[in-house]
């Protein structure tokens, strides 16, 4: 039995699923700690655009590699908020890398192996305690693939683009459905088919399909699944 009854949580799908939310609520509800791996990668690409290391979808991957320790990625609680900023060497971005700008160069970016191999580790260390809940695209199949609990979320690509223009227009940031939708569809294409680590469903890992249920009803799903994990650990 595991003597502190705390388990590792995997949550990893296609994006804009609403795995954050869904990551964040259970976290808060069972005092665990909260993880966004994509804000780690999405921090890296800011990085990259504010080095000019980026031409197209062309990433200028020796430099990034020599200058992969000069990248401090951590996360800090907002105590305005109650939840946890992301920040690049010391400098809160979390709204900067939400940004379509970023959006648009983050799977290139992520598709790159020492930049995984960086992220993962760090994932691990911050891991380690368990008691976390994380989300992102390996997080069941590579980062932890003994978590005590998995999940893999999925919903249409329209349901997705529309939850991601409402979540944006809510921040006033005003952006265009097709834009969304393209650049959704091609994420799911580049993170499916990336060598390195590509998006796919762990064995082990339970599916869930948000399309048409509630948040209400995906939080209860998730709390009853934490349930017989611990209940499993316990026996
Ligand atoms: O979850 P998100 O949309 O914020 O993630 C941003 C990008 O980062 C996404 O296009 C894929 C990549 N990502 C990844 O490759 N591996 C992860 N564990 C998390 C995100």
Known sequence: MNENSKITIAIDGFSSCGKSTMAKDLARQIGYIYIDSGAMYRAVTLYCLEHNLISGDIVDTETLRSLMNDIHISFRLNSQTGKADTYLNGKNVEDEIRSMKVSSKVSPVSAIPFVRTAMVKLQQEM????????????IGTTVFPDAELKIFVTA??????????????????????????????????????????PLRKADDALLLDNSDITIEQQNKWLLERYTEAIQKIKT
């Open 156 to 197: 249409s690509a329209e349901t997705r683009a529309q939850r991601r223009v409402d979540e944006l227009k809510a921040k006033g940031i005003p952006v265009a459905y097709d834009e969304v939708l393209d650049n959704i569809k091609s994420r799911d294409h580049i993170d499916q088919n990336r060598a390195e680590s």
């Open 127 to 138: 891991g380690k305690s368990k008691g976390i809940v994380m989300d992102g695209r390996d």
